[in-house]
């Protein structure tokens, strides 16, 4: 039997035409691609070498006021790059050897380095800071060594030069704040200002090696950059650091848990120098963010506290705007004071009656229950006269941001008796500072408005941005300006009538007044008053004429330990007055701080100063 053909025409057929249809799909498709896609392949292969880089502006430098002192700067510094996917173990440690021989590591640096080179990554950051000469010398050893995979990156470094006023810190730190690795500004004049201080970065644009490394022969600049902006600040360094080194004094003295000052003109708003103890170093930031984190915050711009009887100034505004007090006005001081149908009461601090007093004296002797019936007389009713001292309070920039040009500026906590009505202790209290929450900085500008002839300054430190003087606006007339010259002379008579005040904190030769505060401190947690330590303040002027002060000085004692404690008086071995003392007089001692006074012609038609 024969078998039949197996093989047909017409299959070979089909199977050709299968064959011309796939072939030609696949030759359209690939024109599909290398035609109409042709774009779309180039640029997504362009985009696996392509790299844009950003090249940080160099930050503009930070002066006083004088424009020659430098408070911050920048400088070039280099990083060592490694590739540890490319290096054996022998490379690792012999690359350790080298880094620790050129740059005299110590054991715990060396074994550092070691650690970050123990990674498969491909990019790492061996070393950082770096000088042109070092990471030079070490790059060309590592290449003589036959160790490859180093590159090297420049980067800038914020350095801050001056030294501060106590150990391990740096000039006005709290102020200025400190710049990141990431060049950003964190806290004070560097965060506020971090746009005009940074610039911007020049952009570029190039291939990149296997590495991630520019080719440098393909790089372009796409847009040029613009360097920081300098800034002059209206601070003087010299007087900036006899503040840090006093209130470093005061806080070993006193057992503090901080002391501040901030100096103020107190008709510009020009701070002339502000400092807190504990400071940090503004190089060394990152010791200061893994320790103690909370040195960073200015308690003179982001810190509020009960002012206790500095507020007292504040009452007897309130008392002269509606002529409900004069200075000679009488009370009888009675040492307690029963309030709301006697569920509640005032103290004086001594609990004695004192008898019948001139408010002027009153006030002087800083009499709690003086202060809690001046606010009660304002108007017929508890509801009017808290609205009238609140008024005050609001008008003289509590409960709201000072407008300061540094980071951390808050409003500080004022209650508004027209969300929830004030009892008659509430009112007592907010008399004598008690119910109420402020920053040091708010009270040196409202004590400003009270002498300056009732203007309330916007407080600001920077005075010029490249060479520019920086016009500052105030925040308008809020008080009238014939209540300066009473004000002006109730500070000088408290003062100056108080044994205790006037023996440390009068100034030969000067013309001084001022009001001081003692406050407990409420433990929130405990729900109790902190035992054995309280907050001490003076907010006060001195000037060189009777009746026009040069400045303002304003210090707070945050949580001091008193040496002294006993009904009536607490003491501390450096009291707020007599801190507020040594600043005042190292201020006025600062040559060229305050203006020049003008001659004084005297009845026999000479000319003098």
């Known amino acids: 039997m024969i078998l039949g053909r197996t093989d047909s025409r017409g299959r070979l057929t089909f199977l050709l035409l299968v064959f011309v249809l796939f072939a030609g799909a696949l030759v359209a498709r690939l024109g599909w691609w290398q035609v109409a896609r042709r774009d779309d392949l180039a640029g997504s292969a362009q985009r696996q070498i392509y790299l844009r880089t950003e090249v940080p502006a160099l930050r503009g430098a930070i002066y006083d006021r004088s424009g020659t002192v430098v408070l911050a700067d920048s400088v070039t510094r280099d990083r060592l790059i490694a590739n540890p996917a490319r290096l054996t173990p022998r490379d690792r440690e012999a690359l ?143 007087l900036q650091l006899a503040v840090e080194q006093e209130v470093m004094a005061a806080w070993v003295a006193d057992s503090a848990r901080s002391v501040s000052a901030v100096v103020l003109d107190p008709y510009s708003g020009a701070i002339l120098a502000e400092a807190t103890y504990p400071s940090y170093d503004g190089n060394d930031y990152g010791a200061v963010a893994a320790t103690d984190p ?104 509590f409960g709201s941001k000072s407008g300061v040009d540094v980071a951390g500026d808050v409003s500080g906590i004022v209650r508004d008796p027209a969300t929830r009505a004030w009892r008659q202790i509430d009112l007592a209290n907010g008399a ?83 009001k001081t505060g003692t406050a407990q401190i409420w433990d929130s947690k405990a729900s109790a008053w902190k035992a054995r330590v309280f907050n001490f303040s003076f907010v006060g002027y001195a000037g060189r004429q009777v009746g026009s002060p040069d400045l303002v000085v304003s210090v707070l004692i945050k949580e001091g330990t008193p040496n002294v404690r006993r009904v009536g008086q607490i003491a501390l071995p450096v009291m707020s007055f007599e801190l507020f003392r040594r600043i005042a007089t190292d201020a006025l001692g600062i040559p060229g701080l305050l203006p020049e006074l003008a001659p004084v012609e005297d009845p026999t038609g000479r000319v003098g100063d």
Do not use: C
């Open 96 to 238: 350790v050897k080298l880094l620790a021989d050129r740059l005299g590591l110590d054991a715990a640096a060396a074994d550092a380095v070691r650690q970050r080179l123990a990674s498969d990554r491909t990019y790492v950051v061996a070393m950082r800071d770096l000088g042109r000469d070092d990471s030079g010398a070490i790059v060309n050893a590592a290449e003589a060594m036959g160790i490859t995979g180093l590159s090297v990156e420049s980067a800038q470094v914020r350095l801050y030069p001056q030294s501060g006023g106590g150990p391990l810190t740096s000039l006005a730190a709290n102020l200025l704040g400190f710049v990141n690795r990431e060049g950003s500004g964190q806290y004070g004049v560097e965060q506020y200002y971090q746009d005009l201080l940074a610039g911007s970065p020049t952009v570029v644009e190039s291939d990149r090696d296997a590495n991630g490394q520019p080719i440098e022969e393909t790089q372009q600049i796409v847009r040029a950059g613009t360097k920081g902006s300098d800034l002059s600040l209206t601070i003087d360094a010299g």
């Open 294 to 397: 909370g040195r960073f915050v200015d308690p003179i711009i982001s810190e509020v506290y009960e002012p206790g009887s500095v507020f007292k100034m504040l009452t007897v505004v309130a008392g002269l705007e509606t002529g409900t007090v004069t200075m000679a006005t009488k009370f009888n001081d009675t040492g307690t004071l029963k309030l709301d149908n006697g569920r509640t009461k005032v103290d004086d601090a001594d609990r004695k009656a004192m008898g019948v007093l001139r408010l002027e004296d009153a006030i002087a002797y800083s009499r709690n229950v003086v202060a809690a019936k001046v606010a009660l007389g304002l108007a017929p009713t508890t509801k009017e006269a808290s609205t009238i001292l609140h008024d005050v309070w609001t008008r003289m920039g």
């Open 432 to 514: 004598f500072g008690q119910g109420v929450a402020v920053t040091p900085l708010q009270l040196a500008t409202a004590y400003s408005a009270m002498i300056n002839g009732g203007t309330l300054v916007t407080p600001h430190v920077v005075g010029a941005i490249d060479g520019k003087p920086v016009a500052v606006s105030d925040r308008g007339r809020v008080l009238d300006p014939s209540l300066s010259p009473i004000l002006t002379g109730l500070m000088n008579h408290v003062v100056s009538t108080v044994p205790f005040y006037r023996d440390r904190t009068l100034i030969p030769g000067y013309y001084v007044g001022g």
